[in-house]
């Protein structure tokens, strides 16, 4: 009976351990997670300043940089640079949408992709790509609007309607 209560006692003293140990790792993991988001979201506000100016380019259409070759240059340029912004804009929405589980870092991920994709295509083909500039630049100004929006709700606190509409702008690109 006393073995009993010695082994009774001891399975409860290893289990308090084991427990401990176990909401002692959680809770650092917990910290390291939020540690991990917070780096991530500071991440996105350079990326999408970047991007909000992707309104330039329909300015930039509207006063015939496709046609001018040094305009042209400077076009071609910007679109690299959007190219880029966008790309790195998707990988960190994918890795926070990996850590949170929360749908408006996809949205944001999916819409990032969309524009990547297109503004790529245009970098790869141009200069022969100039009529998909034309034709999407109405469509610039709203994607940059719209990132405008998410842009100046900071450290991640946008919501998930404003990544719907942003990503059901990039998927009109064409």
Avoid at 77 to 106: H, M, P, S
């Amino acid at each position: 009976m006393v073995l009993m209560k010695h082994v009774t006692s001891l399975i409860l003293v290893l289990l308090l351990i084991v427990s401990g140990s176990l909401g002692y790792a959680y809770h650092q993991k917990s910290v390291e997670s939020e540690k991990a988001k917070n780096g991530l979201i500071s991440a996105l506000t350079p990326t999408l300043h970047c991007l909000e100016e992707i309104t330039l380019l329909k300015s930039m259409i509207e006063h015939n940089a496709t046609r001018d070759p040094l305009q042209s240059q400077v076009l071609y340029e910007k679109v690299r640079r959007f190219n880029y912004c966008a790309w790195v804009l998707a990988d960190i929405a994918g890795d926070l949408y990996q850590l949170t589980k929360d749908e408006k870092y996809w949205n944001l991920h999916s819409a990032a992709s969309n524009l990547e994709v297109f503004l790529n295509h245009v970098n790869v083909h141009y200069p022969y790509a100039k009529d998909d500039l034309e034709r999407n630049a109405d469509l610039f100004e709203e994607i940059g609007e719209s990132i405008s929006e998410i842009y100046k709700s900071r450290r991640g606190n946008f919501t998930n309607a404003q990544t719907e509409r942003l990503l059901n702008l990039t998927e009109g690109l064409s």
